[in-house]
């Protein structure tokens, strides 16, 4: 029987500091990671690239969060968005990227298997 090759919506739960958490995509589509690859890249005038990394930066958080337990100043639940992301304090999107890069690892672990290391007698 062929496997199905479609992206579920499955999130996964990763807790941060001070009873915070985020949320993130367990798995992205191919068209989530398209978008990623082309953010912030513009043609040049006089041919080739250039590739504005802030705007890279934040579709690569984006891409992946799903939710967070953030709140605004007034105590106010926000949502993941352009706006908000940039507006978090540096540590707060240094735990993001962690647990992002924590469950892209995992993820890429979980997807090759059990490492085979060298037959050593």
């Not at 953010?39 to 802030?54: I, N, T």
């Not at 953030?70 to 968005?81: S, V």
């Given at each position: 029987?062929p496997?199905?090759?479609?992206?579920?919506?499955?999130?996964l739960?990763?807790?941060?500091?001070?009873?915070?958490?985020i949320?993130?995509?367990?798995?992205?589509?191919?068209?989530?990671?398209?978008?990623?690859?082309?953010?912030?890249l513009?043609?040049?005038?006089?041919?080739?690239?250039d590739?504005?990394?802030?705007?890279?930066?934040?579709?690569?958080?984006?891409?992946?969060?799903?939710?967070?337990?953030?709140?605004?100043?007034?105590?106010?639940?926000?949502?993941?968005?352009?706006?908000?992301?940039?507006?978090?304090?540096?540590?707060?999107i240094?735990?993001?990227?962690?647990?992002?890069?924590?469950?892209?690892?995992?993820?890429?672990?979980?997807?090759?298997?059990?490492?085979?290391?060298?037959?050593?007698?």
């Amino acid at each position: 029987m062929p496997r199905c090759r479609f992206v579920q919506p499955n999130t996964l739960r990763y807790d941060l500091s001070d009873g915070d958490w985020i949320e993130l995509k367990r798995e992205l589509t191919a068209g989530e990671r398209w978008s990623i690859d082309a953010a912030g890249l513009r043609e040049r005038d006089e041919g080739g690239y250039d590739r504005d990394l802030s705007a890279r930066s934040v579709a690569i958080r984006l891409g992946w969060l799903v939710n967070w337990s953030f709140i605004d100043p007034a105590g106010n639940q926000t949502e993941p968005t352009a706006l908000t992301l940039t507006a978090l304090d540096l540590p707060t999107i240094g735990e993001i990227d962690e647990a992002i890069m924590a469950h892209v690892k995992a993820q890429r672990a979980e997807k090759n298997g059990p490492s085979r290391g060298s037959d050593t007698a």
